[in-house]
């Protein structure tokens, strides 16, 4: 008797084992294997120059000013620049720099080397935000985000000590700036950005940048302050 009762309840198991309702449950859904696979990140490495150098982002028109935004722009031309007294550029200006940028690309984040007084821009793209209290400083601080082949980044944090271009565009601690990077070609690279200074300007204002593909080329030295001096001396 206890024999047979045993062999039921294996049979009953098998049949439960077998059965397609839990077939069902465990076998993989049409189409869930590929939603799984990776989808390969969009390569943006390599040094990269603008591929025409000028005072602000291509944009059209000014960009609309508060009073004094607008009061301290016309007078830029007046005023010492702040490159010219060894200040950093900051971002976004230092993307205007005709020098070399190297783009390096790591699970987690896309470092920018600027040849430009060797300045290291880290994008963190692994999902992290902004931090609640960060501190101002000349780059900000960086989060970015895959959408399709363009990456977007989001900077906030900077500092109000510096221009946003060299035509000398002001801005406040409120700046926020946006970009959207992506690979036109193989050669070309293209730079949407986004400014939103609600205290300097009475609505965003976008502009853009293009930078070449620099084959075989590679970040060299270059000091801020040593290259302002030797140009005071001559």
Known sequence: MRSRLAGSILAGV????????????????????KAQT??????LSGVWMVRERSNTFDMKGEPPMQ????????AATKEVDPYLSCFP???????LVPMPLEIVQIPGRVIMLHEFDHWVRQIY???????????????????GRWDGD????????LNDK???????????????????????DQDTLVSDVTIDDPKAYTKPWTGQKVYKLRRDWQ???MVLCEERLQLGTR
């Open 38 to 43: 990776a989808v390969p990140t969009p390569d």
């Open 14 to 33: 098998a049949v439960l084992a077998f059965s397609p309702v839990l077939l069902a449950q465990t076998a993989p859904r049409p189409g869930e294997a």
């Open 150 to 157: 363009t990456l977007v980044v989001d900077t906030v944090g």
């Open 89 to 95: 550029h900051g971002l976004p200006r230092i993307l």
């Open 162 to 184: 510096t221009w946003l271009d060299y035509a000398g565009h002001p801005h406040s601690d409120a700046l926020h700036v946006m970009e959207r990077i992506r690979r036109a």
């Open 67 to 74: 009073p004094w935004a607008e009061a301290k722009f016309k």
């Open 125 to 143: 793209t692994d999902g992290r935000e902004h931090p609640k209290d960060v501190d101002p400083t000349w780059m900000g601080h960086s989060i």
């Open 219 to 221: 970040i060299m030295e």
